[in-house]
């Protein structure tokens, strides 16, 4: 069974940065992109950052030159570095994961649990 664990959520000043870390576990043969998201109470899910390994990773543009987005293939896991944090950007993030199986032969989408981030004016 494969699963996705976020870590590094948490309370931040204005200003202040956060790392938050995913890292997939379980029967794997292989990882295609992963990615970020984050969602407001009411708001629909919006994708924050993304990476596929050799590629540019891709921002929305509220997180450009603020968020970077990273990856160990070794460890499974991506990462987003937060800088800047600003009140807005207290949502909760979840991480996304294009996974193929061990005994698969397709990619299939595989969510975290999310985690909180806060961000205090």
């Known amino acids: 069974q494969v699963q996705l664990v976020e870590l590094g959520g948490g309370l931040v000043q204005s200003g202040g940065s956060l790392r938050l870390s995913c890292v997939a576990s379980g029967r794997i043969s292989s990882i295609n992109a992963m990615a970020w998201y984050r969602q407001a109470p009411g708001k629909q899910r919006e994708l924050v950052a993304s990476i596929r390994s050799g590629n540019r990773p891709t921002y929305v543009d509220s997180a450009k030159d603020r968020f970077t987005i990273s990856r160990d293939n070794a460890e499974k896991t991506v990462y987003l570095q937060m800088n800047s944090l600003k009140p807005e950007d207290t949502v909760v993030y979840y991480c996304?994961?294009?996974?193929?199986?061990?005994?698969?032969?397709?990619?299939?989408?595989?969510w975290g649990q999310g985690t909180q981030v806060n961000v205090s004016s």
């Open positions: 996304n994961a294009d996974i193929k199986g061990l005994y698969s032969t397709v990619y299939d989408p595989y």
